[in-house]
């Protein structure tokens, strides 16, 4: 899929923005420094190698944790956060202190992730919406696990667009892996296009 460096570097930069204001909301959830980064960002068709191979490369592809969000509006899409299962025991450790086996955390682990998840997706969307004119609405976010790669990937459409943001959580001196995995229909990713190329024109 061709796609401008312009457009790539717009979305990059508006994820961006989102991520900072999640890690600031972090910060003063857990009471200490928390430092999350978007070092790469990948835009491509969803069923292309580069996206699907980029979104499920993590720390452990054969255990992981998601939150979805789907929204509809002026921009239509689903919105994934990815999140491999040691990474998702960590982040339970480091917010609420509880340690404990994996099977006796899962009910944490999931109330957990849907928190966290809550603050992100809030921020990045509150930083897409820079490019549209009305409010989306959003549907509840579920919490789903997979066990092997590629099952937790399903679209709607094969026209459908992917964007994948790889994030890194630094938070008490443990990194934490995760993708923000945003699925847009084509009319929804060539409005946000078209706006990306408005504001690079005009300035916000």
């Known amino acids: 899929m061709d796609v401008s460096e312009e457009v790539l570097d717009g979305v990059k930069e508006l994820i961006t923005i989102g991520v900072g ?8 959830l857990t009471r200490t420094h928390v430092t999350l980064t978007v070092p790469e960002v ?9 996206t699907i191979k980029h979104s499920i490369t993590t720390q452990d592809t054969h255990h992981t944790s998601r939150v979805v ?10 919105f994934n956060l990815i999140i491999p299962h040691i990474s998702a025991l960590n ?16 009910a944490l682990r999931v109330e957990t992730l ?9 921020s990045v969307m509150s930083a897409l919406s820079i490019l549209i004119s ?18 937790h990937l399903t679209f709607k459409d094969q026209s459908d667009v992917g964007i994948n943001a790889r994030t890194r959580f630094l938070v008490q001196e443990k990194e934490i ?7 847009l229909n084509r ?7 078209a706006r990306i190329m408005t504001l690079m024109e005009t300035g916000l």
């Open 91 to 106: 982040l339970v450790i480091i917010l609420t202190g509880e340690e404990g086996s994996p099977d006796e955390m899962d």
């Open 69 to 78: 969000l789907d929204f509809s509006g002026e921009i239509t899409g689903t």
């Open 21 to 28: 204001r999640s890690a600031g909301m972090l910060n003063r």
């Open 114 to 122: 849907l928190e966290v998840a809550n603050i992100i997706i809030s």
């Open 134 to 151: 009305s409010k989306l609405s959003f549907q509840y976010p579920s919490y789903q696990t997979s066990s092997s790669d590629g099952e």
């Open 42 to 50: 990948c835009i491509s068709d969803t069923y292309s190698e580069c």
């Open 187 to 193: 009319e929804s990713f060539e409005h946000l296009t």
């Open 177 to 183: 892996e995760g993708d923000i995995f945003i699925v």
